[in-house]
């Protein structure tokens, strides 16, 4: 993370509300990049392909790269000389409870934390922009305006239908898929980090 520079960013932005989620399943929500098309058909999807994206894990800790619209429109040339920067979103996961995102020109820092019961969680978003950035003002706060909002509307109350899924108690547990590794490895290794 160190070569991004984030030593360098300074908070812009910051807000914290409660909703009827797991704080778990808040982070489940950034952990693919496949519901960005049918989730944020509207909102992200223009710009996100949805059926790329690579995972790392870092000891507890994850990294999702996902892809960029722009890097499909690259010619033959810029094909041999771009870097991954502009034309990637980069989540990182950082145990037990934070996700970190890179985007471009800015950064993203949602944290979820424990409500009073285990379907409450407290969030609390975050928008860094670098300090040198001469964009004025209002561009970073419609940013960070659209940015909680389509968590919220989209991510966060998708998340709330699944919660209340949950209560029913149909299902006695869930299976993570192959292709969605980043989720694996999150309650892998949150499963571990509680049992020591
Ligand atoms: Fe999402």
């Known amino acids: 993370m160190a070569p991004l520079g984030f030593g360098g960013f300074r908070l812009f932005a910051s807000t914290s509300f409660s909703r009827p989620i797991n704080w778990k399943l808040a982070v489940d929500t950034f952990c693919e990049a496949y519901h960005v098309p ?9 710009m996100i392909h949805g059926d ?24 033959d040339v810029q094909r041999h000389t771009w870097s991954l920067l502009p034309h990637a979103t980069i989540l990182w996961f950082l145990q037990p409870n934070t996700v970190l995102i890179y985007q471009q020109d800015h950064a993203q820092l949602y944290q979820a934390t424990p409500g009073n019961t285990p379907g ?52 006695t547990h869930l299976t993570f898929g192959r292709n969605e590794p980043a989720l ?5 290794r949150l499963d571990e980090l509680l049992s020591r």
């Open 38 to 46: 049918a989730l944020h058909r509207d909102t992200l999807s223009p």
């Open 52 to 75: 790329l994206a690579l995972f790392d894990a870092f000891d507890d800790h994850g990294r999702m790269v996902a892809v960029r619209k722009s890097v499909s429109a690259l010619d």
């Open 120 to 171: 409450e969680a407290h969030l609390q978003i975050s928008l860094y922009v670098p300090d040198t950035s001469e964009v004025p003002d209002r561009h970073w706060q419609r940013n960070f305006e659209l940015l909680v909002e389509v968590t919220d509307q989209e991510d966060f109350s998708t998340a709330a239908s699944i919660q209340r899924g949950f209560a029913a108690d149909a299902q």
């Open 184 to 188: 694996q490895h999150f309650h892998q």
